[in-house]
Nanobody, 126 residues
Framework: EAQLAESGGGLVQPGGSLTLSCAAS????????MGWFRQPPGKGRWDVAL????????HYADSVKDRFTISQDNAKNTVYLQMNNLKPEDTGMYYC???????????????????WGQGTQVTVSP
């Protein structure tokens, strides 16, 4: 059974940094898209960063460009999200996702992804 295990969330002051990790196991063949969605309090889930692990292609939401970096460690089947210069609006539950590409790209359509982690909470507050 496919599993995604997140870690690394927590409470941080504005301007601080956190690194999230997502360890994957038993993913179906072809699950080349991995990444992160987040859900702010009382709102829906939106894309943050996605990575095509087959070619290294990345996507970032406009709100996190130049602050967040997604990366992979193939040996550990792990994807990371380095988050710098965190802002209060980055607060939310962060979910790791995995799935097949859609039309050759890692889609931002939340309903496309079959595999989700349980989430890790990130709170940015003074």
């Amino acid at each position: 059974e496919a599993q995604l295990a997140e870690s690394g969330g927590g409470l941080v002051q504005p301007g601080g940094s956190l690194t999230l990790s997502c360890a994957a196991s038993e993913l179906p063949d072809g699950s080349d898209c991995m990444g992160w969605f987040r859900q702010p309090p009382g709102k829906g889930r939106w894309d943050v960063a996605l990575l095509d692990i087959s070619n290294g292609g990345t996507h970032y939401a406009d709100s996190v460009k130049d602050r967040f970096t997604i990366s992979q460690d193939n040996a550990k089947n792990t994807v990371y999200l380095q988050m710098n210069n965190l802002k209060p609006e980055d607060t939310g539950m962060y979910y790791c996702v995995a799935g097949r590409p859609l039309a050759g790209t890692c889609t931002v359509v939340v309903g496309w992804y079959q595999h989700w982690g349980q989430g890790t909470q990130v709170t940015v507050s003074p």
